[in-house]
């Protein structure tokens, strides 16, 4: 399923921003959404993910509080809420699809990303 993100950009930190990921196709619903990030230099890493229903959710630990994740199934698309944001959280952040809630990366369809840079 081919899947666009879109959102990211540059804000200072504690700032907010939010990235969307819209998904193409009718079966949007019955996959499990992630949210994945990358910093320069760094392996990928999990951040965020939410069941097909939008019922249950799981996050980074170092995210929580700060970040929310949703989706709008009527619009195939998930949402990440940043706040409170951090130099440490710049990264290319991507989005993913896949059949069952999990933290790894194991997820089948994947979207090109979208940088998030957060100055001090």
């Known amino acids: 399923v081919p899947l666009q993100a879109s959102g990211g950009g540059l804000v200072q930190a504690e700032g907010s921003l939010r990235l969307s990921c819209e998904a193409s196709?009718?079966?949007?619903?019955?996959?499990?959404m992630g949210w994945f990030r990358q910093a320069p230099g760094k392996e990928r890493e999990f951040v965020a993910t939410?069941?097909?229903?939008?019922?249950?959710?799981a996050l980074k630990n170092s995210v929580k509080g700060r970040f929310t994740i949703s989706r709008d199934n009527a619009k195939n698309t998930v949402y990440l809420q940043m706040n409170s944001l951090k130099p440490e959280d710049t990264a290319v952040y991507y989005c993913a699809a896949g059949p069952v809630i999990t933290v790894t990366a194991n997820y089948d369809y994947w979207g090109q990303g979208t940088l998030v840079t957060v100055s001090s």
């Open positions: 939410i069941s097909g229903s939008g019922g249950r959710t």
């Open positions: 196709g009718r079966t949007f619903s019955s996959y499990v």
